[in-house]
């Protein structure tokens, strides 16, 4: 194999069986977003609007860097966002303007 | 945590700041992410804020005391646990366990001969209708990485040491099929109520990386 065929053959997900450290038990209870975004997933599914393996797809195509250094449901939320893009369902403009206008929100009314 | 060689990637640990939330309350880049998402789609009459709300219970209602409860009866019932063994779907349903997903579910009995130990390599795929969302190691690189080549290995840093004579059997998770593992009942169980069974039954027994526990004043 040239020294590139393994990004070809390995995907970023694709991790099994890959050297790797100790197994640390490590455990966090969720943010509250992040339980959010738990339930947003699921009924983005319920809906046929992204389904699991359209998620971890999309997940995956957030590329080595992202997938490395965001947290797990930063990942989920980010991989989302692109795949409403993608079908048409948001457009990144409608999306900065709502995230101003939670902002504004939040600073007006001291965050409720 | 120590991540001292196991890459810079902090996957699920945290380590990156959340400084706004913890002085503040302001909400954090991903946390207006996710708000933003939401109330657009809900603007948007693609689904009501009604049924996030509703999931987040859903979510909150699974724990693995529902695993639990499925392997006692499994111990104590054997007509169930052939049911279990053949759909472990149909099986958790009938005990009112709702499956909220489109998901399948294999039930892997350990025994003398086979252990089973279940992980998901290219994400996070896990039973969450019978056991709640995964642990952070199971979603994270060493688990997913090591769990399908060096099992044996894996297990032992569980404190789980599997006799050479016994097979060990690793099933990976997809998007729709789940597994669960129904773990031996321990000695020293004789004549125990489902109740009982079940207190024994822990969430990591039944990704099946360590055994069920052994009841208070057993020998080991």
């Known amino acids: ?112 | 945590m120590s991540g001292s060689h196991d890459h810079d990637h902090a996957h699920d640990h945290h380590t990156h700041p959340h400084a706004e939330v913890g002085a503040t309350g302001r909400p954090g880049y991903y946390d207006m992410l996710e708000t933003a998402v939401r109330e657009l789609l809900i603007e948007k009459k693609y689904f009501s804020a009604g049924e996030i709300r509703r999931q987040i219970e859903v979510l909150d209602s699974r724990t693995p005391a529902l695993g639990a409860k499925v392997v006692a009866k499994a111990w104590t019932d054997p007509d169930f646990k052939a049911r279990l063994l053949a759909n472990g779907r149909a099986a958790c349903e009938e005990l009112g366990i709702s499956f909220y997903d489109d998901t399948q579910l294999i039930v892997l009995e350990n025994t003398d001969a086979v252990h089973n130990l279940i992980v998901c390599t290219l994400c996070s795929c896990y039973p969450r209708p019978v056991l709640g969302l995964p642990p952070d190691w199971y979603k994270a690189k060493p688990y997913r990485a090591r769990a399908v080549t060096e099992p044996r290995a894996v297990l032992a840093e569980f404190g789980t040491i599997i006799p050479d004579a016994v097979e060990v059997r690793v099933h990976d998770s997809t998007a729709m099929v789940r597994y669960l593992v129904l773990p031996m009942r321990p000695k020293g169980t004789d004549g125990f109520t489902e109740e009982q069974l079940a207190a024994l039954v822990t969430r990591d027994a039944m990704i099946g990386v360590i055994p069920a526990n052994e009841p208070e004043g057993a020998r080991a």
């Open chain 1, 1 to 112: 194999m040239t020294d590139t065929a393994n990004l070809v053959t390995r995907l970023p997900n694709d991790i099994g069986g890959l050297p790797a450290g100790k197994i640390e038990q490590t455990d966090h209870v969720l943010e509250p977003w992040e339980k959010r975004c738990h339930a947003l997933a699921d009924v983005l599914d319920f809906h046929k609007i992204i389904n699991t393996e359209e998620k971890r797809c999309g997940v995956e195509a957030l590329g080595a860097e992202m997938v490395g250094k965001l947290s797990y449901y930063e990942r989920w939320i980010v991989a989302f966002s692109n795949i409403l893009f993608r079908k048409g369902i948001l457009t990144p403009t409608e999306i900065a303007l709502k995230m101003q206008e939670i902002e504004k929100r939040w600073d007006g009314h001291g965050g409720t």
